[in-house]
């Protein structure tokens, strides 16, 4: 076992863990923070995306071990990062663009564009269709949720995070 | 599917994560940003005792310039080289190809280092540190040794890295003020290039004075197209002179037959976007 200390959704936590557990069974299984999903357990869906010190991951791909003394933040903290209203900006615009289907993708689709606006706070569509190429969306919502990307930049003034 | 159980080694410093390497041999492995290495241990398509994560030590990191050349440290990540501005002034064709390299989380994780050590013959780096003559910095038991980017890549997934031994640092020849350009083409976003060109060339007035082509996925490494380089000196940036050179972009290769395509078919590939890349690195 192998003893980690981090920073989750604002609170710290410590564990004693087995070195191969990865990242999402540890937010899901050991937190309980099963907003953040498991899709395609391979690294290519995005659908497990959260931010580790600020920047988008794949927490199917990284091990809890590695988390260790740093800082992340999922789905289910989202929100507390942003002042004022129940939902961060780029959620509200997921539900106002009707960016989702079956909702499956949609907390990696969120955490994703939410570092994609951080860095690139007033995108082209084609740069958030390049930004979000990492992720996945099997009931074929991309156009709706570019959208979404969109209105989250314009409804922001490009000041998602 | 998670991998099968390993001892976890975090060492800080390059001696340390040596001196693990020592202790441990072959049982080990050693983990960068884990983008490749941790799909291989969850399909436990390897099963190493040992894993040693190089992600504490922080001199690995980060590029700096050295005379003629960058020093790009080893766990430096894919998204800071692609952001880092004495890359982009100095090593243009690097940032190209990193913009194209896998997706944005994939890149937050990933490094430079891990992905030239891993040396997948479909990864979008060797092409390019080839094409740049880029040297590599292994640091071993008895010190440290470089290795020149054609001595690097010896076989499918098989490096000049020696056993306890570290790739610590790639070093890239300056090609300021060329241009450059990398032409992938992928089945769907975020894959591996079916084949993929780096091209960097240097233009002086309309004529290509100096070129430099690498190409991904045409053999079991990347490789220089020596005759296509050689064909392009001294010709006019014109579609039909970078054409009739593009023309010998398979010459010495030995591309795979996969699902993705024959051998004849990436021949075909690697003409036509050797065309594509070297005309848009010259800017034409």
């Known amino acids: 076992m192998a003893r980690i200390e981090l920073t989750v959704d604002g609170g710290k936590v410590s564990d004693d863990v087995e070195p191969r557990m990865l990242l999402v069974q540890y937010l899901r299984e050991k937190l309980g923070k099963t907003g953040t999903v498991i899709g395609c357990d391979t690294s290519n869906c995005g659908a497990c995306t959260v931010h580790l010190d600020g920047r988008s991951v794949k927490s199917c791909n990284v091990l809890a071990v590695q988390a260790s003394g740093h800082e992340v933040t999922t789905i289910e903290g989202l929100a507390d990062t942003h002042e004022g209203g129940d939902l961060h900006p780029v959620q509200e615009a997921f539900r106002e663009c009707h960016g989702l289907q079956c909702g499956f993708c949609t907390p990696g689709m969120i955490m994703q564009a939410v570092d994609l606006l951080a860095e690139n706070p007033t995108p082209t569509e084609a740069e958030v269709r390049e930004g979000m190429e990492g992720n996945l969306c099997r009931c074929t919502g991309y156009h709706n949720i570019v959208k979404s990307v969109l209105h989250a930049s314009s409804t922001t003034a490009g000041g998602a995070r | ?284």
Do not use: C
Not at chain 2, 58 to 81: F, P
């Open chain 2, 1 to 284: 599917m998670i991998p099968t159980q390993f001892e976890y080694l975090a060492p800080t410093s390059v001696d340390e994560a040596l001196a693990a390497l020592a202790e441990h041999g072959d049982e080990a492995k050693v983990i960068a940003g884990g983008q490749s290495l941790l799909p291989v241990l969850r399909m436990r398509l390897n099963a190493p005792e040992v894993v040693i994560d190089l992600g504490g030590i922080e001199a690995l990191r980060g590029v700096r310039e050295d005379g003629d050349a960058l020093v790009i440290g080893a766990m430096t990540t894919h998204h800071a080289v692609l952001h880092d501005a004495l890359v982009g002034e100095h090593a243009a064709l690097l940032v190209k190809a990193e913009h194209q390299l896998a997706d944005a989380q994939i890149r937050h994780r990933g490094t430079i280092g891990g992905a030239l050590a891993h040396a997948d013959p479909a990864g979008d780096l060797g092409a390019p540190a080839l094409a740049l003559g880029a040297e590599f910095v292994i640091a071993g038991p008895g010190g440290t040794r470089t290795v020149p980017a054609d001595e690097f890549f010896v076989d499918l997934f098989e490096t000049a890295i020696a056993e306890g031994e570290l790739l610590t640092e790639i070093r890239v020849p300056k090609h300021t003020g060329w241009g450059a350009h990398y032409e992938k083409f992928v089945r769907v976003a975020h894959q591996w290039p079916i084949v993929a060109v780096a091209a960097a060339v240097r233009v002086e007035g309309g004529t290509i004075a100096e070129a430099r082509v690498g190409l991904t996925n045409m053999g079991s490494t990347p490789l220089r197209a020596r005759s296509v380089e050689e064909a392009l000196v001294g010709q006019p940036a014109t579609e039909d002179a970078v054409a009739s050179a593009a023309a010998r972009a398979a010459e010495g290769t030995n591309p795979p037959s996969d699902l993705n395509g024959a051998a004849d078919y990436r021949t075909h590939l690697a003409q036509v976007l050797t065309r594509r890349a070297v005309l848009a690195a010259a800017g034409a």
